[in-house]
């Protein structure tokens, strides 16, 4: 599973309340990557980080920030949740050979 | 603009029975074609990488091609464990982010 732990699992929140989910890998991976997973669109990127505190966008960053202060640790953030926002969200970092390894996902409802 | 498709988007088998995916893509340059398999409720698991047209990799009853428009998963004697979502993606040689482009997958349902 390339040591790849999201965290929370499950969330629940309500409109208009910022959200930060976090990713945290233990093989000092340099790159990381945010994705969602909604049906009918595959997965698509949001942002990610090529090193400590250097980050870039995906496809799907608007309503999205993210931010790396330690290799281990990549966090995503919903400034101000929106309905559009339920999805599953899935951490990856790449490996030696450009594939990328994901982790479990957070499944995120905004009611 | 990279696109990638994939067919069908659901496929049921009886167990034993042979059968195809396909991953057709348009992109500006191919650096790799990826394929994952993907369970309920969890994130996609690597299975293979191919790079250039004729490529081939094979593990246990799964076998991936690669030609210059498509790639095919192949299943030769599938069991009911092999039921799953496969997804393709490619990687190409503009950005240095090495992004992946997914397709939207395939719901493989085998029945025993």
């Known amino acids: 599973d390339a040591g790849i732990t999201q965290s929370p699992r499950h969330k629940v929140t309500e409109t208009g309340t910022p959200v930060t989910l976090r990713c945290h890998q233990t093989?000092?991976?340099?790159?990381m990557y945010w994705y969602r997973q909604d049906p009918g669109h595959g997965l698509r990127l949001i942002h990610y980080?090529?090193?400590?505190?250097?980050?870039d966008k995906g496809e799907v960053s608007d309503g999205y920030s993210v931010s790396r202060s330690k290799t281990e640790d990549f966090l995503l953030t919903l400034e101000s949740a929106t309905s559009s926002q339920t999805s599953v969200y899935f951490c990856a970092v790449r490996g030696g050979d450009n594939e990328q390894f994901f982790g479990p996902g957070t499944r995120l409802t905004v009611l | 603009e990279d696109q990638v498709t994939q067919s069908p988007e659901a496929l049921r088998l009886q167990e034993g029975e042979s059968s195809s995916l396909n991953c057709s893509y348009t992109?500006?340059?191919?650096?790799?074609l990826f394929w994952y398999r993907q369970d309920p409720g969890k994130g996609p698991e690597f299975l293979f990488t191919l790079y250039s047209a004729g490529e081939e990799k094979e593990k246990e009853r799964l076998k991936a091609t690669l030609t210059k428009k498509e790639s095919f998963l192949h299943i030769t004697a599938p069991k009911p464990e092999d039921s799953a979502t496969y997804l393709c993606a490619v990687q190409t040689f503009s950005g240095s982010a090495r992004q992946l482009t997914f397709g939207s997958g395939t719901q493989l349902t085998v029945l025993p």
């Open positions: 980080s090529y090193g400590v505190k250097d980050t």
């Open positions: 093989e000092n991976h340099r790159y």
């Open positions: 992109v500006s340059g191919l650096r790799g």
